[in-house]
C-alpha cells in the first residue's frame, strides 16, 4: 500500500487557499494556452505528454530505488531499525520544508523548478553510484543523500502539481490527474520488480537505473514550454516569507471539508506510508528473495492502473463521500487480513485488491484543490495540507522501525490495523465528510 494520494505521487489529500487577484495581460495568455486544449485529447496536448512521459521514466527509476534504499541498509547493517531511519531521513523534508517550499514554488518559474530538482537527484545518485563503486558508503552518508533527495521530491512535485492548470484546462483536470496515478502505479509495477532483480544482481545497479531515469526526466522537461503561473500574480507580491505561508494556514483553518480531510489522510499515512517497510521485513522472515520481494510490491501496480483508468468514470458518477469512506473501509479490511498471511505473494495479492480505490480517492480529493484555489495560491495550498499529510510520512517510517524492532513483522500489522479499524469507524460517522459536495458544485474562485 502507499498514500492515498500521491501525487503526481503517489498524490494525499491536499488543502487549497482562496485569494484573488489581478490578472492583466500574462495570465490571460497563460490561461488561454490551456483553454486551448479543450477540444483535445491529453495525448495530443503536447506539454503534458512531455512532462508526463518524462516523469514516467523517472518515477521508475525512483520505484527501483524505493525498495533498492532499505535492502541496501538492511545488507550493510542487518538492523530495521536503521532502514527505518533511512525512510524517515528521506521523507523528513515533508515535515520541515513543505510550508516554505509552497510559498518559494509560487513565487519562482515552476518549470526552472522543476528542472532544477531533477538535475540535482541526477547529481545525487552520481554520488552514490561513485559511492558504492569505491565501497565508500556509510549509512550516515545515505541519509544525507536521501534527505536532500527527499527536498528536490518536495519542490518538484509542489510545482508539478501547480503548473497543471495551465496545461491542461480545467475539464480534463480530473483526468490528467487519473493519468498522472496510472503513470506512478505503473512505475509501481515496473520499477520495484526491477529495483529487486537489479539488486540481486549488483547493489550499484538500481542506483545506475536512477541516475539514467533523472537525466531522462531533465532532457523532457527542458522541452515544455514557459509560462506555467500566472506572471502578474508573483509580481503583484511583495510581503514576507512568514506572511505568505501564514496565509496559506489560515486558509485551511477555515475550510471544514479540506481540514477533515487532511487530518484523515494524515492518520492513514502513519500506516499506508509504512507498509512497505513492514511488507520486506514480514517477506524476509518467509524467507523471500530480493526478486520475490520485487515482485510482491509490483502486484498493486497492475490493479491500480485498472484503477486508474476507472477514476474519472467513477469521479462523475459517485459521490465524493462513497468513495472517501469506501476506500477507507477497504484499507482497513486489508490491512487487518494482512497479519494473518504467511506467504510474500498472498501479502502482495491482498494489497493488490486495496489499490484498487486509490487512484479514485486521489481523484475526488485532488479535485477539490483544483476546485477551491486559485493560481497564485496553488503551491501554498498543497504545502499547508503536506504539512500534516506527508508530514507523517517521516514520523510514519520512524515508528515503523521501533515497531519492528520491538514487536516483528506480524505484531507490527496486528497494531496497524486496530489503528485503522477504530479510524474507518470514527470517520464514517462525520457530517463534514458525509456530506461532502460534488467539486463541479464549488463556484470557480475569484
Do not use: K
Not at 412 to 418: I, K, N
Amino acid at each position: 500500500m502507499r498514500d492515498p494520494e500521491s501525487g503526481g505521487d503517489s498524490g494525499i489529500p491536499r488543502s487549497e487557499v482562496q485569494q484573488g487577484a489581478e490578472r492583466p495581460t500574462r495570465p490571460a495568455m497563460s490561461e488561454s494556452l490551456a483553454s486551448s486544449a479543450v477540444a483535445r485529447p491529453l495525448w495530443r496536448n503536447r506539454d503534458f505528454m512531455l512532462l508526463w512521459s518524462g516523469q514516467v521514466v523517472s518515477t521508475v527509476g525512483m520505484r527501483v530505488t524505493t525498495l533498492a534504499y532499505p535492502l541496501l541498509v538492511l545488507a550493510l547493517t542487518g538492523s530495521p531499525f536503521q532502514a527505518g531511519l533511512v525512510g524517515f531521513a528521506q521523507t523528513l523534508p515533508f515535515l520541515v520544508l513543505y510550508l516554505p517550499a509552497g510559498t518559494l514554488v509560487d513565487r519562482w518559474d515552476r518549470r526552472h523548478v522543476m528542472l532544477a530538482a531533477d538535475g540535482v537527484r541526477a547529481a545525487l545518485l552520481g554520488l552514490v553510484v561513485l559511492a558504492l563503486a569505491v565501497d565508500g558508503l556509510s549509512v550516515a552518508a545515505l541519509l544525507a543523500v536521501v534527505f536532500i533527495d527527499g527536498a528536490c521530491f518536495v519542490f518538484f512535485q509542489l510545482a508539478e502539481s501547480a503548473a497543471l492548470p495551465h496545461i491542461v484546462p480545467r475539464h480534463q483536470l480530473p483526468t490528467a490527474v487519473a493519468q498522472n496515478q496510472a503513470r506512478e502505479l505503473g512505475a509501481d509495477l515496473a520499477g520495484r520488480p526491477l529495483g529487486g532483480a537489479l539488486f540481486a544482481a549488483g547493489h550499484i545497479l538500481p542506483f545506475v537505473a536512477d541516475l539514467l531515469s533523472y537525466v531522462l526526466g531533465f532532457l523532457a522537461m527542458l522541452f515544455v514550454r514557459p509560462g506555467l503561473q500566472n506572471r502578474s500574480d508573483v509580481d503583484h507580491r511583495r510581503r514576507g516569507l512568514l506572511a505568505d505561508i501564514s496565509e496559506g494556514l489560515v486558509w485551511l483553518w477555515h475550510q471544514r471539508l479540506v481540514r477533515a480531510l487532511v487530518a484523515l489522510t494524515g492518520a492513514v499515512n502513519l500506516v499506508l506510508s509504512a507498509l512497505t517497510l513492514v511488507m520486506i521485513v514480514r517477506a524476509q522472515e518467509l524467507g523471500a528473495s530480493p526478486s520475490l520481494i520485487g515482485v510482491m510490491l509490483a502486484l498493486p501496480g497492475g490493479t491500480a492502473i485498472a484503477g486508474a483508468f476507472a477514476a474519472p468514470w467513477l469521479h462523475r458518477r459517485l459521490r465524493p463521500p462513497t468513495v472517501v469512506i469506501g476506500s477507507l473501509w477497504l484499507w482497513t479490511c486489508g490491512t487487518a487480513v494482512l497479519m494473518w498471511l504467511t506467504s510474500p505473494l498472498a501479502l502482495g495479492a491482498v494489497v493488490a485488491v486495496t489499490a484498487l480505490a486509490e487512484p479514485a480517492f486521489n481523484v475526488v480529493v485532488t479535485s477539490y484543490r483544483y476546485a477551491l484555489a486559485p493560481d497564485r495560491l496553488q503551491a501554498r495550498a498543497v504545502s499547508a495540507a503536506r504539512l500534516i499529510t506527508w508530514g507523517a510520512v517521516p514520523l510514519a517510517s520512524l515508528a515503523a522501525g521501533g515497531l519492528l524492532q520491538s514487536l516483528g513483522a506480524r505484531g507490527t500489522l496486528v497494531a496497524y490495523a486496530v489503528f485503522m479499524v477504530v479510524l474507518a469507524a470514527v470517520v464514517t460517522t462525520l457530517p463534514v465528510i458525509r456530506q461532502a459536495p460534488r467539486t463541479e458544485e464549488i463556484p470557480r474562485p475569484e
